[in-house]
């Protein structure tokens, strides 16, 4: 009788909750953006949305990073990475105050003045 109330007791009792960190990779397409605050902008909503969809859809993720990259002809370069806690973005749910912004992106994604001359 004392293995079966050890087995029984471990049957009962449930396996502790583990938290984790969620990354999101989304990619969004230059298409025919006027400008590359225009882009920005639409990094930042698509980084709002993924890091609230994924807090809202499991419970167990105390931290998200999604990064966003930009798609210009086929090359994919990294606009902007968000990195904040659960109860940081309950707080305050504003994607520019998580995010770290790569300068590079907006010559590469086409938006720089291009140098002509070798």
Do not use: C, H
């Not at 293995?3 to 029984?8: F, K, R, S």
């Not at 990195?83 to 998580?98: E, F, S």
């Amino acid at each position: 009788m004392g293995l079966a109330g050890a087995v029984v007791s471990e049957a009962i009792t449930p396996a502790p909750a583990q938290a984790y960190l969620a990354e999101v990779g989304v990619t969004i397409d230059n298409g025919n953006s006027d400008s590359y605050s225009t882009l920005l902008r639409r990094a930042e909503q698509v980084a709002r949305a993924a890091a609230q969809r994924t807090f809202d859809n499991d419970i167990l993720v105390t931290k998200v990073s999604a990064t966003i990259t930009g798609n210009y002809r086929g090359l994919e370069v990294p606009i902007l990475t968000l990195n904040v806690g659960r109860y940081d973005w309950r707080a305050q749910p504003d994607p520019k105050l998580w995010s770290t912004y790569y300068s590079m992106s907006k010559r590469l994604l086409g938006f720089g003045a291009v140098d002509t001359e070798f």
